[in-house]
């Protein structure tokens, strides 16, 4: 059973950092794995996909430039950097097994969900 466990939230500062973990165990193959972002009243959105395009990272459009996707054996780093009230939410990480050339950032093609990590970020 694949097993998705996320730390690192909390609450910061405005213009702070932060660093997200996700470790995965219990998978056997290669997975796709991804960070979501998700507020209350609305749906869950991409926010960093490794190897997406080309083995480049997919950023969305609010985290790009001040994020930074890694990923090390069996565990997923989200660092993102000044961050702004806008990031504040739930996020998740994901895992799919790799049936594609390359990861997509479409939510509903990930089976394996994690419990989510809460960041605040407060001005």
């Known amino acids: 059973e694949v097993k998705l466990v996320e730390s690192g939230g909390g609450s910061v500062q405005a213009g702070g950092s932060m660093k997200l973990s996700c470790v995965m165990t219990?998978?056997?193959?290669?997975?796709?794995m991804g960070w979501w972002r998700q507020v209350p009243g609305e749906e869950r959105e991409p926010v960093a996909v490794?190897?997406?395009?080309?083995?480049s990272p997919f950023y969305s459009d609010s985290a790009k430039g001040r994020a930074t996707v890694s990923q090390d054996k069996n565990t997923l780093y989200l660092e993102l950097k000044n961050l702004r009230a806008e990031d504040t939410g739930t996020y998740f990480c994901?895992?799919?097994?790799?049936?594609?050339?390359?990861?997509?950032?479409?939510?509903?093609?990930?089976?394996?969900w994690g419990q989510g990590t809460e960041v605040t970020v407060s001005s």
């Open positions: 490794p190897n997406y395009d080309r083995d």
């Open positions: 219990g998978h056997r193959g290669i997975y796709c």
């Open positions: 994901a895992a799919a097994w790799k049936k594609w050339n390359e990861c997509p950032n479409v939510g509903r093609v990930y089976e394996e």
